[in-house]
């Protein structure tokens, strides 16, 4: 069994998070809402904090949304959101997820608003493994990790307050 080393401790990953929340609002303080959008899973996860601490620091209406896409196959099925999408129309768009692999996952779930009159569209992942083989990018990243394509990171946000992040 490959041996798990932590990489993000709670505190660290809280300390992320909120340096994350602070350039969201930098980045779009004159907005009157954003749409944070997260993908299934831990990326939903990722966006609930989000939109937790951008409550506290900012007045931006914060309105929270889910994607469930099929991540193995994304091209597969109909990705199901759980808002309507005509409520993306001219809104800030945040898009969210916890670790960015090959970009695969991020390039289809940004495909669902591809023919929308977004006014922007940004993406926000927790760990950037630095390995897409799509032409998708982060646009703001919690850590940035190089890694090797036999590697893998995996995200546990299944108990609150011990979340981790862990290098396999």
Do not use: C
Not at 24 to 31: D, K
Not at 133 to 162: M, Y
């Amino acid at each position: 069994m490959p041996q798990k080393v932590k990489i993000l401790s709670t505190l660290q990953i809280q300390q992320k998070l909120n340096r994350l929340a602070y350039e969201l609002y930098e980045n779009n303080f004159s907005e009157k809402e954003l749409l944070l959008i997260g993908i299934d899973g831990n990326g939903y996860k990722v966006a609930q904090q989000l939109a937790e601490k951008l409550k506290e620091i900012s007045k931006l209406k914060i309105t929270l949304g889910k994607i469930k896409i099929n991540k193995q196959s994304p091209w597969q099925g109909n990705p199901e959101l759980d808002f309507d999408v005509k409520l993306s129309e001219n809104k800030t768009l945040i898009l969210v997820d916890d670790v960015l692999n090959s970009g695969k996952t991020l390039m289809y779930a940004i495909k669902l608003f591809l023919d929308k009159p977004l006014k922007k569209l940004s993406t926000v992942i927790l760990v950037d493994r630095s390995h897409t083989n799509f032409p998708v990018k982060a646009d703001f990243v919690g850590l940035r990790l190089s890694t090797t394509l036999q590697e893998h990171i995996e995200a546990d946000f299944s108990k609150k307050n011990k979340e981790a992040v862990y290098l396999i």
